[in-house]
T-cell receptor, first 115, second 115 residues
Framework: GDSVTQMEGPVTLSEEAFLTINCTYT??????LFWYVQYPGEGLQLLLK?????DKGSNKGFEATYRKETTSFHLEKGSVQVSDSAVYFC??????????????FGQGTILTVHP | GAGVSQSPSNKVTEKGKDVELRCDPI?????LYWYRQRLGQGLEFLIY????????KSGLPSDRFSAERTGESVSTLTIQRTQQEDSAVYLC?????????????FGPGTRLTVL
């Protein structure tokens, strides 16, 4: 079945440090890939997405590139801020078949950024 | 409304009781999804609706779980004879369409505690 594996957390960084959160997937079809973020006390929201191989999604200084050859979608940011502290979820969605509606999520990675 | 809303925000119930969780999607969104997030785990897909039809019920954990949707509006998730393992945050999401990589917009969730 389809699955997403995320780097285990928690991840603790100092402000302005470089961030990488690894995400790899297995999929029976051709997925679209997503990163969602959940800030403390808030609902889950889309951070970025990529729908085909070699696409790069970007938002708020975060980037992730859809790598079909390595089945990966790693999240990166060059300089994190305290306000980036949140839980990050990698997810995939198959566009086809009867299950194409659902998102399959990774376990989530807790990021804490200290001043 | 401006976003997906869910009610109640918190529900505490006794084992064996039935509960109903409600989701109001973003106006005009044809697709609606239910997910569950148990403590320390990722999001788990339960069911989705296209209009008021549910093509994929594969994620429902048992026959104690059911869901319905009225037209392209409100959905209710019902859990009968609740068990302690049903304790989780239940998240609802909606999207404009379903057969694209449309963004799923999430509600704040209902935290269910079964004593």
């Amino acid at each position: 079945g389809d699955s997403v594996t995320q780097m285990e957390g928690p991840v603790t960084l100092s402000e302005e440090a470089f961030l990488t959160i690894n995400c790899t997937y297995t999929a029976t079809g051709y997925p679209s890939l997503f990163w969602y973020v959940q800030y403390p006390g808030e609902g889950l929201q889309l951070l970025l997405k990529a729908t085909k191989a070699d696409d790069k999604g970007s938002n708020k200084g975060f980037e992730a590139t859809y790598r079909k050859e390595t089945t990966s979608f790693h999240l990166e940011k060059g300089s994190v801020q305290v306000s980036d502290s949140a839980v990050y979820f990698c997810a995939l969605r198959i566009t086809g078949g009867t299950s194409y509606g659902k998102l399959t999520f990774g376990q989530g990675t807790i990021l804490t950024v200290h001043p | 409304g401006a976003g997906v809303s869910q009610s109640p925000s918190n529900k505490v119930t006794e084992k064996g009781k039935d509960v109903e969780l409600r989701c109001d999607p973003i106006s005009g969104h044809t697709a609606l999804y239910w997910y569950r997030q148990r403590l320390g785990q990722g999001l788990e897909f339960l069911i989705y609706f296209q209009g008021n039809s549910a093509p994929d019920k594969s994620g429902l954990p048992s026959d104690r779980f059911s869901a319905e949707r009225t037209g392209e509006s409100v959905s209710t998730l019902t859990i009968q004879r609740t068990q302690q393992e049903d304790s989780a945050v239940y998240l609802c999401a909606s999207s404009l369409l379903i057969w694209t990589a449309d963004t799923q917009y999430f509600g704040p969730g209902t935290r269910l505690t079964v004593l």
